[in-house]
């Protein structure tokens, strides 16, 4: 068992196996991207499951993969047999924008990967291509079906909430009337644009802004509200035992006789740092140990001139050295596509 030095057990690791994605959220990626990694800079499938294996060997059991859009690099489905394959390694589970779920889902479930966070922001079409810069409502929501056809589960939806995108909560909470189905609102961070002077991109131009940040407090007292006069009932807290299999932050609610829940996820209005659990592996092999902290550590090197021994103290020197608590509100280096999330 892998513990910090201040006390908290790590045993979950993220990591990111590619910087692209097929779309451009608003919130996440520049409108021009980013420039992306040259492919020498981006850990080879080897260099990840060599990094896993070790990381197994010091308490990490939990793996979930992300990106840019992890489903876009070739060969994630041998990938995640092979993590599966790793002793110590319990459960795999994947964050996508779900567009590309229809090809792969079936295959990630024989593969031995059910748990899928899929991203989804809105249910109106014109206004989720207006976030994702391109992307097709319909994509999305046929990944959710070919999620739910492969058997995958727990499914959860992690909506960003940003203030000026005025979502339409009600209808991620009529989704879990009768599927179960997670849908978790995520209060909007501002991750990345630190170079540039200007945190995220909450609008084409436009940086994070504190007004654009919205309260999980405020979300649910608005579920709350908007639920009851739509006749859903009153909204219940769920208990950690009965909550959706979690290995993350989010407190659970649900509507009398719901199959579904509601979470509610609170980086900065309630920051969870005491219970974190976490290391951030990133596309080009840098070892993260917070979110919100440009700390990094070089893992690519020694995944490919150190030996094993020296892997394992890479990974003992990032426990050590993991913050408390994130200290930093505003803006990063990297961008969220860059970290994975
Ligand atoms: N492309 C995949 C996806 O969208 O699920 C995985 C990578 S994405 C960076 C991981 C998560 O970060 C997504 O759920 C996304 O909504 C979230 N995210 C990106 N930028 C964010 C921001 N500024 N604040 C909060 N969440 C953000
Ligand atoms: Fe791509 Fe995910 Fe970022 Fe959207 S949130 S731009 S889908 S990496």
Redesign the pocket.
Known sequence: MATDSHGRRIDYLRISVTDR?NLR?V??MPADGVPWKAHDEILSWEEIERFAAVAAGEGISKIRL?????LVRAGIVDHVRRLRAVTGIESIAI???GTLLPKYAQELVDAGLTRV?V?LDTLDPEIYTSITRGGKLEDALAGIEAAFEAGMAPIKI?V?VVRSLEQDLLGFARMTLDRPVHVRF?E??P?GGAEEGVA?SSAEGEGWTEADHVPSDETLALLTAQGAAAGFGELQAVSRDDAPGGWGPAHYYRFPGAPGTLGVISPLSHHFCGECNRLRLTADGRLRTCLFSDDELDARSVLRTGTQADVRELIQEALAAKPESHNMRVGTVRR??QI??
């Open positions: 994605c959220c919130y996440c992300t990106g840019g859009e992890p964050t996508t924008n966070n991203s992690n960003v995520i909007y961070m991750v995220c969220m596509s994975g999330g």
